[in-house]
């Protein structure tokens, strides 16, 4: 997971850098910095984990579950 959250980071960097929202000092940095790698993960984990929550609260109100 971590070698396809290192790619849309730099994806995504180098999109805000040609928009002129950052910086290419600042893009470098969110590209190659392995904590913020480390976040996006866990940030992905989580809304990961939150939708599959989500959608078994949801199968079980509506009854899809059965």
């Not at 790698?37 to 599959?52: H, R, Y």
């Amino acid at each position: 997971m971590s070698v396809v959250v290192r790619i849309a980071l730099r994806y995504l960097a180098a999109a805000l850098v040609a928009k002129g929202v950052f910086s290419p000092d600042v893009g470098n940095l969110l590209s190659n910095d392995p904590d913020i790698s480390m976040i996006v993960e866990i940030a992905a984990g989580a809304v990961i984990g939150l939708s599959a929550e989500a959608w078994y609260y949801l199968a079980s109100r509506f009854g899809w579950a059965r």
